[in-house]
Protein backbone atom coordinates (compact mmCIF):
# COMPACT_ATOMS: atom_id res chain seq x y z
CA UNK A 1 0.00 0.00 0.00
CA UNK A 2 1.36 3.47 -1.21
CA UNK A 3 1.10 5.98 1.84
CA UNK A 4 2.09 9.11 2.95
CA UNK A 5 2.87 10.57 6.53
CA UNK A 6 1.52 13.94 7.47
CA UNK A 7 1.86 15.91 10.59
CA UNK A 8 -1.57 17.06 11.81
CA UNK A 9 -2.70 20.55 13.57
CA UNK A 10 -1.17 18.42 17.34
CA UNK A 11 2.28 17.86 15.86
CA UNK A 12 1.76 14.28 15.51
CA UNK A 13 1.59 12.21 12.12
CA UNK A 14 -1.02 10.15 10.35
CA UNK A 15 -0.39 7.90 7.41
CA UNK A 16 -2.85 8.54 4.76
CA UNK A 17 -3.44 6.16 1.82
CA UNK A 18 -2.28 7.44 -1.47
CA UNK A 19 -5.35 5.40 -3.52
CA UNK A 20 -8.06 5.88 -0.83
CA UNK A 21 -9.45 7.65 1.93
CA UNK A 22 -8.88 5.79 4.67
CA UNK A 23 -6.46 6.43 7.45
CA UNK A 24 -3.77 3.47 8.62
CA UNK A 25 -2.02 3.94 12.60
CA UNK A 26 0.84 5.22 12.89
CA UNK A 27 3.67 4.64 15.86
CA UNK A 28 5.54 7.88 16.52
CA UNK A 29 9.70 7.87 18.55
CA UNK A 30 8.58 10.46 20.59
CA UNK A 31 11.25 13.23 21.04
CA UNK A 32 9.96 14.57 23.96
CA UNK A 33 8.78 12.51 27.33
CA UNK A 34 5.29 11.89 27.37
CA UNK A 35 3.23 9.76 29.59
CA UNK A 36 0.05 7.32 28.35
CA UNK A 37 -3.21 9.49 29.24
CA UNK A 38 -4.74 6.35 29.96
CA UNK A 39 -2.34 4.20 32.25
CA UNK A 40 0.10 7.08 32.74
CA UNK A 41 2.79 4.73 31.46
CA UNK A 42 6.31 6.13 30.68
CA UNK A 43 8.15 7.92 29.36
CA UNK A 44 7.20 6.70 26.84
CA UNK A 45 9.54 5.72 23.16
CA UNK A 46 6.87 4.81 21.06
CA UNK A 47 3.38 6.35 21.43
CA UNK A 48 0.16 6.22 19.30
CA UNK A 49 -2.46 9.19 19.87
CA UNK A 50 -5.64 9.13 20.23
CA UNK A 51 -8.09 12.11 20.00
CA UNK A 52 -5.04 14.15 20.57
CA UNK A 53 -3.52 12.33 23.31
CA UNK A 54 -0.88 9.77 23.92
CA UNK A 55 -1.20 6.19 24.66
CA UNK A 56 1.54 3.49 25.42
CA UNK A 57 1.46 0.41 22.39
CA UNK A 58 -0.28 -2.01 25.13
CA UNK A 59 -3.52 0.56 25.51
CA UNK A 60 -3.43 0.98 21.57
CA UNK A 61 -3.42 -2.74 21.63
CA UNK A 62 -0.08 -2.79 19.90
CA UNK A 63 2.04 -4.59 22.80
CA UNK A 64 2.15 -7.59 21.20
CA UNK A 65 4.14 -5.69 17.96
CA UNK A 66 8.07 -5.88 18.13
CA UNK A 67 10.46 -3.15 16.04
CA UNK A 68 12.07 -3.89 12.99
CA UNK A 69 14.56 -0.66 12.04
CA UNK A 70 14.87 0.17 9.12
CA UNK A 71 17.40 -0.87 6.57
CA UNK A 72 16.68 -4.46 5.41
CA UNK A 73 14.54 -4.15 2.79
CA UNK A 74 14.03 -7.46 1.79
CA UNK A 75 13.51 -8.75 5.97
CA UNK A 76 11.16 -5.71 6.26
CA UNK A 77 8.81 -6.59 3.06
CA UNK A 78 8.69 -10.35 4.09
CA UNK A 79 8.15 -9.60 7.57
CA UNK A 80 4.87 -7.33 6.94
CA UNK A 81 3.67 -10.08 4.55
CA UNK A 82 4.25 -12.60 7.22
CA UNK A 83 2.45 -10.31 10.02
CA UNK A 84 -1.74 -9.73 9.82
CA UNK A 85 -1.11 -6.89 11.29
CA UNK A 86 1.69 -4.53 10.67
CA UNK A 87 2.41 -0.43 11.64
CA UNK A 88 5.12 2.02 10.51
CA UNK A 89 7.54 3.99 12.96
CA UNK A 90 8.17 7.59 11.99
CA UNK A 91 10.18 10.37 14.10
CA UNK A 92 10.28 14.46 13.73
CA UNK A 93 13.01 15.71 12.04
CA UNK A 94 13.15 18.76 13.44
CA UNK A 95 15.28 20.18 10.68
CA UNK A 96 13.91 19.13 7.73
CA UNK A 97 10.42 19.69 9.16
CA UNK A 98 8.76 16.02 8.76
CA UNK A 99 8.23 12.97 9.50
CA UNK A 100 10.88 10.00 8.20
CA UNK A 101 9.93 6.44 8.54
CA UNK A 102 12.38 4.35 11.12
CA UNK A 103 11.10 1.08 10.96
CA UNK A 104 8.14 -1.05 11.25
CA UNK A 105 6.11 -3.15 14.40
CA UNK A 106 5.51 -6.84 13.67
CA UNK A 107 4.22 -9.41 14.81
CA UNK A 108 6.75 -11.65 16.52
CA UNK A 109 5.80 -14.71 15.35
CA UNK A 110 5.91 -12.66 11.14
CA UNK A 111 9.22 -11.83 12.35
CA UNK A 112 10.92 -15.09 12.70
CA UNK A 113 9.31 -16.62 9.53
CA UNK A 114 10.07 -13.45 7.49
CA UNK A 115 13.86 -14.19 9.06
CA UNK A 116 13.63 -17.69 7.62
CA UNK A 117 12.71 -17.05 3.95
CA UNK A 118 15.50 -14.74 4.04
CA UNK A 119 18.13 -17.10 5.39
CA UNK A 120 17.12 -19.58 2.58
CA UNK A 121 17.64 -16.99 -0.35
CA UNK A 122 20.45 -15.00 1.15
CA UNK A 123 23.11 -16.11 -0.99
CA UNK A 124 20.69 -15.66 -4.20
CA UNK A 125 20.01 -12.06 -2.77
CA UNK A 126 23.70 -11.43 -2.10
CA UNK A 127 24.90 -12.48 -5.34
CA UNK A 128 22.09 -10.61 -7.09
CA UNK A 129 23.23 -7.50 -4.93
CA UNK A 130 26.96 -7.70 -6.07
CA UNK A 131 25.69 -7.69 -9.60
CA UNK A 132 23.79 -4.54 -9.63
CA UNK A 133 26.84 -2.85 -7.61
CA UNK A 134 28.86 -3.77 -10.22
CA UNK A 135 26.35 -2.02 -13.09
CA UNK A 136 25.82 0.73 -11.21
CA UNK A 137 29.85 1.26 -10.92
CA UNK A 138 30.22 0.70 -14.74
CA UNK A 139 27.23 3.53 -15.40
CA UNK A 140 28.89 5.80 -12.60
CA UNK A 141 32.13 5.67 -14.19
CA UNK A 142 30.94 6.32 -17.73
CA UNK A 143 28.95 9.07 -16.66
CA UNK A 144 31.86 10.57 -14.82
CA UNK A 145 33.51 10.32 -17.92
CA UNK A 146 31.16 12.23 -20.04
CA UNK A 147 30.84 14.62 -16.96
CA UNK A 148 33.97 15.08 -17.49
CA UNK A 149 34.03 15.40 -21.63
CA UNK A 150 31.42 17.78 -21.38
CA UNK A 151 33.24 20.24 -18.98
CA UNK A 152 36.28 19.63 -21.35
CA UNK A 153 34.18 20.79 -23.99
CA UNK A 154 32.51 23.99 -22.40
CA UNK A 155 35.70 25.41 -20.64
CA UNK A 156 38.76 23.75 -22.72
CA UNK A 157 41.51 25.29 -20.78
CA UNK A 158 39.90 23.81 -17.86
CA UNK A 159 43.31 21.15 -16.99
CA UNK A 160 41.83 17.90 -18.02
CA UNK A 161 42.65 15.84 -14.29
CA UNK A 162 40.75 18.79 -12.59
CA UNK A 163 37.45 18.49 -14.90
CA UNK A 164 37.92 14.35 -13.89
CA UNK A 165 37.67 15.89 -10.82
CA UNK A 166 35.50 18.03 -11.00
CA UNK A 167 33.24 15.53 -12.82
CA UNK A 168 33.58 12.21 -9.81
CA UNK A 169 32.73 14.86 -7.01
CA UNK A 170 29.37 16.19 -8.70
CA UNK A 171 28.34 13.05 -10.20
CA UNK A 172 28.86 11.25 -6.80
CA UNK A 173 25.43 8.61 -6.44
CA UNK A 174 23.55 9.79 -3.50
CA UNK A 175 25.73 12.83 -2.81
CA UNK A 176 22.59 15.02 -3.81
CA UNK A 177 25.22 17.08 -6.11
CA UNK A 178 23.97 18.93 -9.31
CA UNK A 179 25.22 16.04 -10.94
CA UNK A 180 22.82 13.74 -10.05
CA UNK A 181 20.23 16.41 -10.60
CA UNK A 182 17.77 15.14 -13.18
CA UNK A 183 19.04 18.43 -15.30
CA UNK A 184 23.39 17.32 -14.25
CA UNK A 185 21.98 13.32 -15.21
CA UNK A 186 21.06 15.49 -19.01
CA UNK A 187 24.08 16.93 -18.97
CA UNK A 188 22.74 20.17 -19.42
CA UNK A 189 25.05 23.57 -19.98
CA UNK A 190 23.91 25.15 -16.59
CA UNK A 191 24.21 21.85 -14.56
CA UNK A 192 27.70 21.63 -15.73
CA UNK A 193 28.62 24.72 -15.16
CA UNK A 194 27.46 25.38 -11.66
CA UNK A 195 29.58 22.05 -10.52
CA UNK A 196 32.43 23.91 -12.25
CA UNK A 197 31.85 27.21 -10.24
CA UNK A 198 30.94 25.18 -7.26
CA UNK A 199 34.94 23.57 -7.38
CA UNK A 200 36.12 27.21 -8.25
CA UNK A 201 34.89 29.08 -5.75
CA UNK A 202 36.08 26.52 -3.12
CA UNK A 203 39.73 25.46 -4.53
CA UNK A 204 40.74 28.81 -6.71
CA UNK A 205 38.76 31.80 -3.90
CA UNK A 206 39.00 32.66 -0.48
CA UNK A 207 35.37 31.52 -0.10
CA UNK A 208 36.12 28.66 2.36
CA UNK A 209 38.59 31.05 4.50
CA UNK A 210 36.07 33.76 4.70
CA UNK A 211 33.30 31.04 6.03
CA UNK A 212 35.50 30.53 8.89
CA UNK A 213 36.08 34.23 9.53
CA UNK A 214 32.10 34.59 10.06
CA UNK A 215 31.43 36.30 6.90
CA UNK A 216 27.65 35.49 5.85
CA UNK A 217 27.64 33.03 2.48
CA UNK A 218 25.83 35.61 0.41
CA UNK A 219 28.27 37.93 1.13
CA UNK A 220 31.23 35.89 0.80
CA UNK A 221 30.07 34.64 -3.09
CA UNK A 222 29.82 38.16 -3.42
CA UNK A 223 33.17 39.13 -2.61
CA UNK A 224 34.53 36.40 -5.04
CA UNK A 225 32.41 36.47 -7.66
CA UNK A 226 34.95 38.35 -9.94
CA UNK A 227 38.02 35.73 -9.16
CA UNK A 228 35.45 33.20 -10.17
CA UNK A 229 33.64 34.99 -13.38
CA UNK A 230 37.85 35.51 -14.16
CA UNK A 231 38.86 31.44 -14.30
CA UNK A 232 35.92 30.74 -15.55
CA UNK A 233 36.93 32.80 -18.75
CA UNK A 234 40.36 31.65 -18.76
CA UNK A 235 39.11 28.27 -19.17
CA UNK A 236 36.27 29.20 -21.63
CA UNK A 237 38.89 30.68 -23.92
CA UNK A 238 40.31 28.40 -26.96
CA UNK A 239 43.56 27.33 -27.21
CA UNK A 240 45.87 30.48 -28.34
CA UNK A 241 48.15 27.50 -30.50
CA UNK A 242 45.25 26.33 -32.39
CA UNK A 243 44.75 29.55 -34.48
CA UNK A 244 46.31 29.29 -37.39
Known sequence: ??????????????????????????????????????????PLSLLVMEDRAPRCLHCADLGH??????????????????????????????????????????????????????????????????????????????????????ILRLFPRCPPERARAIAAYASQRGSGRVGRSSAGRALTEGAVTSAVVATVRHVDTPYDQLLMRGVHRYEARRRIAASVQTVLREWREAELGSVG
Open 65 to 150: LVFLPRGDTALTRRAREESSLSVVVVRFNRRKSRYERQGVLVEEAGLARAEERCLADAEARRRRRARDAQRRAVADSRFAEAFAAE
Open 1 to 42: MAVRVTPSSAGVGEIRTLTGSGTAPVVIQSLKKKRCARCRGG
